[in-house]
C-alpha cells in the first residue's frame, strides 16, 4: 500500500533558488520516468517522516501546478542527499515504477532478539545488513525480520534459510552468511597466536644475523 506525497513542480535552477527552497522547509528533486524526468519540490519534514516507516516505501506524489493536483506517479525513492555535517535532506531523486513490472531493490534486515550464545559469553558477528529482492512494487517489504534469538556459539544463518512471502523473490548466494555467533576466545586466540609468532621471529632474529 503505497503513502501520498505532495510534490510541486519547479522550474528554478541554480544554488541560490536551492538555498531559497530548503530555508522554506523544502527539499529540490527528481522524478526519473519512462520518457522524461521532471523537477520537483517536496516537504522535508513529510519526507523524512515516509522514510522513517521504510526507506523503500512506496509513494504516490501527487504533482501540483499552479496550486492543482496535475497527475499522480506511483514512485520509489531512487537516492537521497543529505547535508555531510547538518544530516539534512538536500536533494531527494525519484524513479517512476508500473505496478506490474517487477522491482530489484535492496531491504534492511531487522535483527530480532540476543542470540543465546551471546549470553553466555560468544560474539555475534553480523555479516549483513540488507538484502537484494525482486518483487512487484507492492510487495516491496519495509523489513526483512530475522530472529536470531536461538542461535548458539558455532551457528550461523545463510541466506538459504530465509523464507519471504509469496512473490518475493531473494536474490544472491544461498551460501551467503547473514549472521553468525562464535565463541569469545576464539576471537582471542587469533591476535594470542600472531603475538606468539611475532616474538618467536624475534628470538631467531638474532641467530640468524650471527651467522650472516
Same mark, same amino acid.
Given at each position: 500500500?503505497?503513502?501520498n506525497l505532495a510534490a510541486s513542480i519547479r522550474a528554478e535552477?541554480?544554488?541560490?533558488?536551492?538555498?531559497?527552497?530548503?530555508?522554506?522547509?523544502?527539499?529540490?528533486?527528481?522524478?526519473?520516468?519512462?520518457?522524461?524526468?521532471?523537477?520537483?519540490t517536496v516537504n522535508a519534514k513529510e519526507l523524512e517522516t515516509?522514510? /522513517?516507516?521504510?526507506?523503500?516505501?512506496?509513494?504516490?506524489?501527487?504533482?501540483?501546478?499552479?496550486?492543482?493536483?496535475?497527475?499522480?506517479?506511483?514512485?520509489?525513492?531512487?537516492?537521497?542527499?543529505?547535508?555531510?555535517?547538518?544530516?539534512?535532506?538536500?536533494?531527494v531523486d525519484f524513479f517512476e515504477v508500473a505496478m506490474d513490472?517487477?522491482?530489484?531493490? +535492496?531491504?534492511?534486515?531487522?535483527?530480532?532478539?540476543?542470540?543465546?550464545?551471546?549470553?553466555?559469553?560468544?560474539?555475534?558477528?553480523?555479516?549483513?545488513?540488507?538484502?537484494?529482492?525482486?518483487?512487484?512494487?507492492?510487495?516491496?517489504?519495509?523489513?526483512?525480520?530475522?530472529?536470531?534469538?536461538?542461535?548458539?556459539?558455532?551457528?550461523?544463518?545463510?541466506?538459504?534459510?530465509?523464507?519471504?512471502?509469496?512473490?518475493?523473490?531473494?536474490?544472491?548466494?544461498?551460501?551467503?552468511?547473514?549472521?553468525?555467533?562464535? +565463541?569469545?576466545?576464539?576471537? /582471542?586466540?587469533?591476535?594470542?597466536?600472531?603475538?606468539?609468532?611475532?616474538?618467536?621471529?624475534?628470538?631467531?632474529?638474532?641467530?640468524?644475523?650471527?651467522?650472516?
Amino acid at each position: 500500500m503505497s503513502e501520498n506525497l505532495a510534490a510541486s513542480i519547479r522550474a528554478e535552477r541554480g544554488t541560490c533558488p536551492m538555498r531559497g527552497i530548503r530555508r522554506n522547509g523544502f527539499v529540490p528533486g527528481v522524478i526519473y520516468g519512462k520518457d522524461k524526468s521532471v523537477s520537483i519540490t517536496v516537504n522535508a519534514k513529510e519526507l523524512e517522516t515516509l522514510m /522513517k516507516k521504510s526507506r523503500n516505501q512506496l509513494l504516490t506524489l501527487d504533482l501540483i501546478e499552479d496550486g492543482k493536483t496535475v497527475a499522480g506517479k506511483m514512485v520509489l525513492i531512487k537516492e537521497i542527499q543529505r547535508h555531510p555535517l547538518k544530516d539534512n535532506l538536500i536533494h531527494v531523486d525519484f524513479f517512476e515504477v508500473a505496478m506490474d513490472k517487477k522491482q530489484k531493490i +535492496k531491504v534492511r534486515l531487522n535483527f530480532i532478539g540476543v542470540p543465546k550464545g551471546v549470553k553466555l559469553g560468544g560474539v555475534c558477528n553480523y555479516v549483513r545488513r540488507d538484502l537484494e529482492v525482486e518483487c512487484l512494487p507492492g510487495d516491496i517489504p519495509e523489513v526483512i525480520d530475522l530472529d536470531i534469538s536461538g542461535l548458539d556459539a558455532g551457528q550461523s544463518i545463510h541466506l538459504r534459510d530465509l523464507e519471504l512471502k509469496e512473490g518475493v523473490k531473494i536474490l544472491g548466494n544461498p551460501m551467503d552468511v547473514l549472521v553468525a555467533v562464535v +565463541k569469545a576466545e576464539v576471537e /582471542k586466540a587469533a591476535p594470542a597466536a600472531a603475538a606468539e609468532g611475532t616474538e618467536a621471529a624475534g628470538e631467531k632474529a638474532p641467530e640468524a644475523a650471527a651467522k650472516a
